[in-house]
């Protein structure tokens, strides 16, 4: 009598693995497939089939839950645009801009110089940037419990005249005998920057004639006070009307130390 050969022998098990295989990746496609969806959905509120289909892929969202509907709508940075007749009447300060500046003294004096540390000064700054912050203000992009409502009640025209009129103005003097001595690494931050945080120099947009974005402000000869609190509501979000998040990402990586020690160089350093 011969022997069965190996491969006779061996002919049943293979069967019967292939049998187990076939039946385990049955079970488990009808059990993730069908049945876990079917039990998932209807913890969720759906049908079998929307279930099921979300399971395979056919249909968007998970079938262990209802998706979240959201009816957000994306807001822009700015509702400002620049444009060449823009920028030329923002040049030219008429009589229109004094009368509606008398709105603005309660708050930020009568020339543009601010009794309130809080409230930023406006002789001398940019009229490209005040443009920009009234308008930012009417429009709810930037928001503040006074502003808002004045900026609101008034005409493009009007924001115009007075931006040009506050930026012919002269600005704060400040007294050379009050100047403090800064620390070498506050120094460095608004010359060089840091490039190992990823932080470039203040004055690559803020110093005089740096040819940074169009509308930055002018921070030289502002108060303390109102630098310090701009920069943490940078810092925190609470204000979001910087273009590409310019400075949301710079205040970010500031230190509380760092923003106190900025604010009171640009209010007290005659050179910048």
């Known amino acids: 009598m011969r022997p069965a050969q190996p491969e006779v022998l061996d002919r049943p098990w293979r069967l019967w693995a292939s049998v187990i295989i076939i039946g385990v990746l049955a079970f488990s496609g009808v059990f993730g497939f069908l049945l876990l969806p079917i039990v998932q959905g209807y913890g969720a509120g759906l049908d079998p089939f929307t279930a099921i289909c979300r ?36 040049s030219r300060p008429t009589t229109a801009g004094t009368e509606v500046a008398q709105v603005c003294t309660a708050c930020h004096g009568e020339r543009g110089i601010a009794s309130d540390p809080q409230n930023p000064n406006l002789a001398g700054q940019s009229a490209i940037a005040i443009y920009k912050q009234l308008h930012d203000y009417k ?14 009640g008034l005409e493009d025209q009007q924001i115009v005249d007075v931006a040009a009129h506050f930026a012919a ?32 120099a203040c004055n690559s947009c803020h110093g005089f004639n740096a040819g940074g974005p169009i509308e930055t402000p002018t921070v030289s000869h502002q108060n303390r006070d109102y630098l310090a609190r701009q920069l943490h509501a940078f810092k925190d979000g609470g204000r979001r009307n910087d273009i590409y998040t310019r400075m949301r ?4 990586k500031l230190t509380d130390r760092e923003i106190d020690k900025l604010a009171n160089f640009y209010a007290t350093t005659l050179s910048y």
Request: hydrophobic share 40%; proline share 8%.
């Open 139 to 152: 429009s709810g992009t930037r928001v503040h419990e006074v502003m808002t409502g004045i900026a609101q």
């Open 169 to 200: 103005s002269a600005r704060l003097e400040l007294d050379p005998t009050t100047a403090e001595v800064m620390d070498e690494d506050i120094v460095r931050l608004v010359e060089r920057g840091d490039p190992a945080r990823g932080l470039p």
């Open 249 to 252: 990402s710079v205040a970010a």
């Open 55 to 90: 399971a395979i892929g056919t249909a968007p969202g998970s079938p262990a839950m209802r998706q979240p509907t959201s009816r957000a709508v994306a807001h822009p940075a700015t509702q400002v645009a620049w444009s060449t007749a823009l920028l030329t009447t923002l």
